[in-house]
């Protein structure tokens, strides 16, 4: 297992990363001449309550688990003893009925991660595990919370997702004990920045559930900023770059400025972008129109974490109680990493939809976009990637008045 949680992360959590991250067209660019389908029609999802973290009293390995993740090494050690877990130097076991659970926790200080897992056993011991914990998740606080979550397994050689718990706990009960199962996974994250991963994995070498719990941030302010510095003077430029936390979908401050020679044609902001592929250390730069109007740049690094060097710094905006109604994919659309507006689907549309939902309740977005006729872009920054961390990923959201 792992020792350095800060630089490694398993491979079911990078899945996740890759496959959410990248909102679809971003993994996967639209070049200018390839056809892109209409928009779809989505309905309003609800707006996020973000009400502060609670804990559920622990009843549950979930629940227990829950509680590590976030509080002082010291007390999460007395917690899992109270539980009747035993420390052997390295990691906490218990054994119940001839199944031993073992649970390791990252780092000494705040805990930023747990896990909890069963391996080297049968299926018919394992997956009885599974649903417990898929169980207690569901009934937890936590788990009206999430604003990403993702079912598959890969059964008799077919893989399979699901749109639901519901549906995906259904299908946990067809499988039969003699079926070939690869693995049965739960991926998510919720408004906290808490990522979840409950899976099941077996091939010839190696046999485990696991049920993991993990916070970059735990024992950071939730909010960067405390309180607006928005000036008269930054609602006068030509372009607002919005920031927008990726895992929480919360707002995290706005850079105004001007660009030469700005173009009033069209309904959409002329990007040029240049783009360096990571194969360790790589890059991607946003122009207006031309190369003398740099709008972003940032470095991107393999198995590390790059940094946006321009804007170099974010102002915190003005919140207002109520937004303004989503308006679909014809006023705004993500970039990718050519420049390119491009349409997803209604999965990842949900990404845009609670992207509108934050910025549309800040008075700087507001008023550029009362004053644009041009489409509002979305490109999502990740500086890290390989074995990266979706806590370091936001998007920068850019609107032309």
């Known amino acids: ?40 029609s989505v309905s309003e999802i609800p707006p996020i309550d973000y009400t502060p973290e609670v804990n559920d009293p622990v009843t549950n390995d979930f ?35 001839n199944v031993t659970k073992i649970i390791s926790i990252w780092p000494s200080g705040v805990v930023k991660q747990g896990e909890l897992y069963v391996k080297d056993e049968d299926f018919p011991v394992m997956m009885p595990i599974l649903k417990q914990w898929m169980q207690e998740f569901h009934a937890s606080s936590a788990f009206s919370k999430l604003v990403r979550s993702s079912y598959s397994m890969r ?14 706990i259904s299908a946990l009960e067809a499988i039969s004990p003699n079926s070939n199962v690869s693995n049965i996974s739960f991926n998510g994250n919720d ?17 485990w559930v696991e049920l993991r719990i993990y916070n970059a941030r735990a024992g950071q302010p939730v909010d960067e900023f405390t309180e607006s510095d928005l000036e008269a003077a930054d609602l006068q430029k030509n372009i607002l770059i919005s920031k927008v936390d990726y895992l929480t979908f919360r707002p995290r401050g706005f850079y ?28 991607f730069k946003l122009f207006y ?17 790059g940094q946006l060097e321009f804007p170099e ?8 109680n109520s937004g303004l109604p989503y308006p679909g994919q014809s006023k705004i659309a993500f ?15 949900v990404e845009l939809q609670r992207i509108w939902q934050t910025l549309s309740k800040q008075v700087e977005f507001q008023h550029y976009y009362s004053n644009s006729h041009k489409k509002v872009a979305v490109y999502l920054y990740t500086p890290s990637v390989g074995i990266g961390d979706a806590a370091d990923a936001y998007y920068l959201v850019f609107t032309e008045q």
């Open 1 to 40: 297992m792992k020792k350095n949680i800060l630089v490694q992360f398993s491979p079911v959590l990078v899945w996740l990363f890759l496959l959410f991250g990248f909102a679809g067209c971003i993994v996967d660019p639209i070049e200018p001449d390839d056809p892109i389908d209409p928009a779809p």
């Open 63 to 97: 629940t227990m688990l829950k509680a590590c993740v976030g509080s002082n090494s010291g007390d999460a050690a007395n917690l899992l003893a109270q539980n009747g877990f035993l420390f052997n130097g390295d990691r906490y076991t218990k054994t119940v009925e």
């Open 155 to 168: 059964v008799n050689g077919n893989n399979q997702s699901f749109d639901s718990y519901e549906a995906f």
């Open 191 to 207: 408004i906290y920045a808490n990522v979840y991963e409950i899976f099941l994995y077996m091939d010839d070498h190696m046999k």
């Open 256 to 283: 105004a400025m001007n660009v030469q020679n700005p173009v009033s044609s069209g309904n959409e902001i002329p990007f040029v972008a240049q783009y360096q592929e990571p194969g360790d250390f790589g890059w």
């Open 289 to 305: 129109q031309t190369t003398d109007n740099l709008l972003a740049y940032g470095s991107i690094i393999w198995s590390g974490c």
């Open 313 to 320: 710094s974010f102002k915190a905006g003005q919140k207002l």
């Open 335 to 349: 970039i990718n990493n050519g420049g390119h507006y491009c349409t997803v689907n209604t999965e990842h549309e």
